[in-house]
């Protein structure tokens, strides 16, 4: 237990001076902007089908969960605000950056691991290479961009979830469901939601980075690398969110 909670101590302060080289060369050319995009093309391929089936459901679970208890106190009319807040604010956010953690940090890891045990990496510094240039930085930019446009999508899609669940009890049609979500929704719930998914996607995109480029050497350190980058990406994610919510609520109190 011990060594775990230094090892995780000793992850949090390699990512921190991995952040720190990140920001200094992000803004140095040359500028892989064909390697950002290839990778943004990438990332958005990969978890697409998995985010558009969790965001169905996320919308459906969430509106038969709470038709019941909203029907109980007469306030059937508020399901889809109330959907919509749920899931802007704070569903949609948070659970697309878990799954984006699962499904993408842990495939970085696993392709810099390999890239360091095979030797690829050495082999691009002796080549004059700048290899965190070129795969690092490409990389973390490429999920702190595609990360909010996954996110908007999912919100979307869990919405559109939401009104399948309204229509099975209530006879509403869907023009009346969208202005009933439109009017609920203001700026001040929308503008947080999509900020912090910036910070997340970055968290999954600095930490697959950070453990697949240290990856020790053998198939066991890409492995380890991989799960790893989930497992931290993930607890970041949660710890930014708390913090996230109580600046949002700070700045946004109504």
């Given at each position: 237990?011990?060594?775990?909670?230094?090892?995780?101590?000793?992850?949090?302060?390699?990512?921190?001076?991995?952040?720190?080289?990140?920001?200094?060369?992000?803004?140095?050319?040359?500028?892989?902007?064909?390697?950002?995009?290839?990778?943004?093309?990438?990332?958005?391929?990969?978890?697409?089908?998995?985010?558009?089936?969790?965001?169905?459901?996320?919308?459906?679970?969430?509106?038969?969960?709470?038709?019941?208890?909203?029907?109980?106190?007469?306030?059937?009319?508020?399901?889809?605000?109330?959907?919509?807040?749920?899931?802007?604010?704070?569903?949609?956010?948070v659970i697309t950056a878990l799954i984006f953690a699962g499904r993408v940090g842990s495939g970085?890891?696993?392709?810099?691991?390999?890239?360091?045990?095979?030797?690829?990496?050495?082999?691009?510094?002796?080549?004059?290479?700048?290899?965190?240039?070129?795969?690092?930085?490409?990389?973390?930019?490429?999920?702190?961009l595609m990360l909010p446009l996954l996110t908007v999508y999912v919100d979307f899609i869990a919405?559109?979830?939401?009104?399948?669940?309204?229509?099975?009890?209530?006879?509403?049609?869907?023009?009346?469901?969208?202005?009933?979500?439109?009017?609920?929704?203001?700026?001040?719930?929308?503008?947080?939601?999509?900020?912090?998914?910036?910070?997340?996607?970055?968290?999954?995109?600095?930490?697959?980075?950070?453990?697949?480029?240290?990856?020790?050497?053998?198939?066991?350190?890409?492995?380890?690398?991989?799960?790893?980058?989930?497992?931290?990406?993930?607890?970041?994610?949660?710890?930014?969110?708390?913090?996230?919510?109580?600046?949002?609520?700070?700045l946004f109190p109504e």
């Amino acid at each position: 237990m011990t060594s775990q909670v230094f090892e995780f101590f000793e992850i949090i302060g390699g990512v921190t001076t991995f952040s720190v080289k990140f920001f200094a060369s992000v803004f140095r050319p040359p500028y892989e902007i064909t390697e950002v995009r290839k990778h943004m093309d990438e990332l958005g391929v990969k978890t697409l089908a998995l985010v558009s089936v969790t965001g169905l459901i996320i919308g459906l679970v969430l509106g038969m969960q709470s038709q019941p208890v909203m029907a109980r106190f007469g306030a059937e009319m508020f399901l889809p605000g109330m959907i919509a807040l749920s899931v802007v604010r704070e569903l949609g956010p948070v659970i697309t950056a878990l799954i984006f953690a699962g499904r993408v940090g842990s495939g970085i890891g696993a392709e810099l691991g390999s890239m360091r045990v095979t030797e690829q990496i050495d082999a691009m510094e002796v080549s004059a290479i700048d290899p965190f240039k070129y795969l690092v930085v490409t990389r973390v930019l490429a999920c702190t961009l595609m990360l909010p446009l996954l996110t908007v999508y999912v919100d979307f899609i869990a919405i559109l979830g939401g009104y399948i669940s309204v229509i099975i009890t209530q006879n509403l049609t869907f023009a009346l469901y969208a202005d009933l979500v439109i009017r609920t929704l203001k700026f001040s719930d929308i503008l947080p939601g999509i900020t912090k998914t910036f910070a997340f996607g970055f968290i999954v995109g600095i930490v697959g980075s950070y453990l697949g480029y240290y990856a020790k050497k053998g198939t066991e350190g890409v492995g380890k690398a991989s799960t790893t980058a989930v497992v931290i990406s993930s607890l970041l994610i949660l710890l930014v969110d708390v913090i996230m919510v109580r600046i949002t609520l700070f700045l946004f109190p109504e």
